[in-house]
């Protein structure tokens, strides 16, 4: 065992050591060979796909690199995948990420935040953290998502990250707290990915989040690429910051200050919020559909789109491949839809993925035949009103049944419209997909592949 342990970690040095070093016209070439499935499917962003590593190699601390490609890649995505993919074909569910917030403690007021109003009592303790760690490990799961709240408000979580070094985690932040010393710790750790929550330039950011927020968070971004701590940015997109978001030069920024990655969420009217106005429109939710096939064709980002990228997921995912966890352990199918069945301190992680309401959640995926409408919340709001009849889950936040029982005739519409914009995406969708989805290829394909020319070039 010690000498296989020895030979994957020199594997991973090798890894990073050969991409940067292959020339373009060579580089082309071997992709074109290796990854000759992606060509096939219509996949075309090789070249922005190894600029992406190559800014990696480039940028992140070499702890932090050896423990992605360690934790995340080689387990992650490789060796623990077959592993759930023998339980997917027992029938039996599994995780590919579980949230957790440990605090839903926060040092903002964003507009529209659900964050607020809550005391360091509330927090989830760390002994019950520890053992969602361990269950999860035992479950393959492939990545721990912290949030909250303000994760780094909680200071004993670096001792989960240490305790758990075998396990890779990515910790939203609205980059306050964020410091040198917070920046050696996480290079210390290495297991680490912080996502910076920000909703645009300045403007934007600080009329949601608070005047002087823009500039902290890119300060934030400056030490942690002087640390060489990996990173990447979350947006709340709304019907007014769409466009500048979804932008040339918000991308271009982001890479700038070494930003790796780029979660897109809608913003969504939940736990007593009635107001549907901030919403993104059918209209612009295409649109950024369309803008995330330019920027993943032209720029070195890997840029996620949790609405958008549902196809090649199969719908929705909530209850089947994560869940999340809140503060006070209530474990719910999606960090938007704020019901619970069980506790995460009564329970184990197996036994609440089995509740009835996540079965009955997993029975019904996916809500509609058209994958770009995967929600059950927005999309197909009738899935989630007759689910809550069937099961009578218990509310996790105050004011959570307003978003189908208040708001019924507007998320209505709402849905309306985006069945109708989405017809079409779908009909050429399946027209340029003649071959199952199931079936398109994985990141863990194109990994191995990379994996295994690093091989071929040691010898």
């Not at 009578?392 to 189908?404: D, I, K, M, N, S």
Request: some cysteine.
């Amino acid at each position: 065992m010690p000498l296989k342990k020895n030979l994957k970690k020199l594997a991973i040095k090798k890894v990073f050591q050969f991409l940067p070093k292959i020339p373009q016209r060579i580089r082309n070439r071997l992709i074109g060979k290796i990854v000759s499935e992606i060509e096939r499917r219509r996949i075309h962003n090789v070249e922005q796909i190894f600029g992406l590593i190559k800014r990696f190699t480039q940028i992140v601390n070499k702890n932090c690199q050896e423990k992605f490609l360690e934790n995340f890649v080689l387990k992650g995505l490789i060796e623990n995948e077959k592993i759930r993919r023998k339980l997917i074909n027992q029938g039996l569910p599994t995780l590919y990420s579980v949230l957790i917030s440990p605090t839903m403690r926060c040092n903002l007021n964003c507009l529209g935040c659900y964050a607020k109003n809550y005391q360091k009592k509330d927090d989830l303790p760390f002994e019950i953290i520890d053992r969602v760690l361990k269950e999860g490990k035992e479950m393959k799961v492939l990545i721990f998502t912290i949030l909250g709240g303000e994760p780094f408000l909680r200071k004993d979580l670096f001792d989960l990250y240490k305790k758990h070094s075998d396990c890779y985690f990515q910790v939203y932040t609205n980059s306050t707290l964020i410091n040198e010393e917070i920046a050696q710790k996480l290079v210390d750790c290495g297991n680490v990915l912080v996502q910076f929550s920000i909703e645009g330039f300045k403007e934007k950011t600080d009329n949601r989040r608070g005047k002087g927020i823009f500039e902290k968070t890119m300060q934030a971004m400056d030490i942690l690429r002087k640390y060489g701590v990996p990173f990447g940015y979350s947006v709340c997109v709304t019907r007014k910051n769409v466009e500048e978001v979804m932008s040339d030069q918000f991308i271009k920024l982001m890479i700038e200050k070494g930003a790796l990655i780029g979660w897109h969420f809608l913003y969504m009217p939940v736990c007593g919020d009635k107001n549907t106005e901030l919403m993104p429109t059918p209209e612009q939710r295409n649109f950024m559909r369309q803008r995330r096939d330019y920027i993943k064709s032209n720029y070195p980002i890997f840029i996620i789109d949790f609405w958008n990228d549902a196809p090649f997921v199969g719908g929705c995912i909530s209850a089947k491949y994560y869940c999340h966890i809140n503060n006070f352990g209530d474990v719910e199918p999606c960090i938007f839809t704020h019901f619970a069945q069980v506790n995460i301190k009564n329970t184990t992680l197996k036994e609440a993925l089995n509740c009835q309401l996540f079965k009955e959640i997993r029975a019904r995926q996916p809500f509609n035949k058209n994958l770009y409408l995967p929600c059950p919340l927005i999309d197909n709001p009738w899935a989630i009103r007759n689910i809550y009849k069937i099961c009578h889950p218990y509310p996790t936040h105050p004011g959570a049944q307003t978003l189908f029982e208040d708001i019924n005739e507007e998320i209505d519409k709402y849905s309306q419209g985006v069945h109708q914009v989405y017809k079409k995406v779908w009909q050429e969708w399946e027209e340029e997909n003649e071959e199952k989805i199931e079936k398109r290829v994985s990141p863990r394909l194109i990994l191995e592949n990379v994996l295994r020319l690093a091989k071929i070039n040691k010898h």
